[in-house]
């Protein structure tokens, strides 16, 4: 049985993106099949981290949203472009970067009810293990559908106090469209912070578990987006920290 899975966060720069690639790259090294949607349609970015160029974007999510493609001419095969091979099948179905279309997206909106049959139609057309969803951040009409249709959502937050707020709204709406497996991602902690005592507030807070502690790492800012963390650095800490994140939002 497939699964749709969203990750999605109340503000920008959470890491959000560089989550969403990595556990969706750490799940097709497994083996499976894994479909990724940039749904970030005003300020995509994903595709940076696959090194996807803007060149090779012969059809984008906005093409099919505008009714020029089928939503799997959109679907781009990463597999053979990552610098380690996977075992697996990985596809992105990025958001354009043209500032023409994203200014379009912007003045004219678009039919969000089209991702939903999108997102079923990838599934079924490119046998698909699981469907992971890089959503906009904020709360937005294409967002709710994403968190209303998935199977799992993870919450990244920092710990910031801005975090924490918004992060409570986003909670309630999950809870209000019955997601039925929500957790909580704390990203960029500083070191010297507790991770058990951030851990315990967090989950005290919003009354939800928490899947991981993802702290502060000098590798991943050096990297600055050119490339997956997990395959760069497939021993350090951290990508087993991403690797127990995707169990837990693909188990049961």
Known sequence: MSKIISVHSFRGGT?????TANISTLLAAQGHRVGVVDTDIQSP????LFGLSERTMVYSLNDYLWGKCKIHQAAYDLASSLETPIDGALYLIPSSIKVGEIARV?????DAGLLNDGFHDLIEQMNLDY???????GLNEETLLSIAISDALGIILRPDQQDYQGTGVT????RKLGVPKLVLIVNKVPP????????DRVESTYNCPVAAIIPHSDEMMTLASEGIFALRFPDHPITQTLRNLAQVLTSP
Do not use: W
């Not at 890491?15 to 989550?19: A, D, F, H, Q, Y």
């Open 45 to 48: 970015g994903i595709h940076v």
């Open 106 to 110: 912007i003045r004219e909106g678009y």
């Open 192 to 199: 010297m912070f507790s991770f058990e005592e951030v851990k």
């Open 171 to 174: 909670v309630q709406v999950a």
């Open 15 to 19: 890491g959000k993106s560089n989550t």
């Open 131 to 137: 469907l992971i969803i890089d959503t906009h951040p």
